[in-house]
């Protein structure tokens, strides 16, 4: 298996502008999350998924962040308007509900820079 | 409600034995985890255990567990430049999926 991948790897937006970062989850795995990673607050959840369900997304900064899930192999988070202060790494992780220890396996990151 | 604390950098010479060290608040975590994180890459899981065990060793790592203080450790035995990474500690709680994770704490190996 390929792992979580996210796309685009680097993103580089001017403030006001949107971005869309992207996911695609181990194959099989029903449970998907969303994290933001900064110096100054570590690693934040932002949103998880369970059978692309939103089950809690009070992690989500403000009404900017938005993030779907219309099947099992796809996310997306969508941040309009961008502002510089969401400059962060954004890590995607899946995991399979059921297995006991629930593992979540991220992907590399998404490294967003709004100047 | 959740609160993972660990302290912020730790620097070891190569060989020798580090400590990483995590407290948690949530008296009803199920499961405690270690996570690894090199740079540029995402987290990766490294060990478990489980809220009714007290230790647990796998190879080099051992991890102990002290639920009346709710204390959490992770031992890496002759450490190794490639160990040099920081480690997540986190916690889940009950039947539900979501983890907290720790600040993190930086490991820097010494040649």
């Known amino acids: 298996d390929a792992g979580v991948i996210q796309s685009p790897r680097h993103e580089v937006t001017e403030m006001g502008q949107e971005v869309t970062l992207r996911c695609k989850p181990i194959s099989g795995h029903n449970s998907l999350f969303w994290y933001r990673q900064t110096m100054m607050r570590g690693l934040e959840l932002l949103i998880y998924?369970?059978?692309?369900?939103?089950?809690?997304d009070s992690g989500m900064p403000e009404d900017r962040f938005s993030a779907k899930m219309p099947n099992a192999s796809f996310s997306t988070l969508k941040i309009q308007p961008s502002e510089p202060r969401d400059s962060a790494v954004y890590f995607c992780?899946?995991?399979?509900?059921?297995?006991?220890?629930?593992?979540?396996?991220f992907g590399p990151g998404t490294r967003l820079t709004v100047t | 409600g959740e609160d993972v604390e660990q302290s912020l950098f730790l620097s070891v010479r190569e060989g020798d034995s580090s400590v990483i060290n995590c407290t948690y608040t949530?008296?009803?975590?199920?499961?405690l985890y270690w996570y690894k994180q090199e740079p540029g890459a995402g987290l990766q899981l490294l060990t478990y255990i489980f809220s009714n065990m007290d230790m647990k060793q796998d190879q080099r790592l051992t991890v102990l567990l002290n639920k009346k203080d709710k204390h959490l450790s992770l031992r890496i035995a002759d450490t190794q430049t490639g160990d040099s990474a920081i480690y997540f500690c986190a916690e889940r709680t009950g039947g539900y999926q979501k983890v907290t994770f720790g600040t993190g704490t930086k490991l820097q190996v010494i040649p």
């Open positions: 992780a899946s995991s399979l509900a059921g297995t006991g220890e629930y593992e979540q396996y």
């Open positions: 998924f369970n059978n692309n369900v939103p089950i809690d």
């Open positions: 949530d008296s009803s975590s199920t499961y």
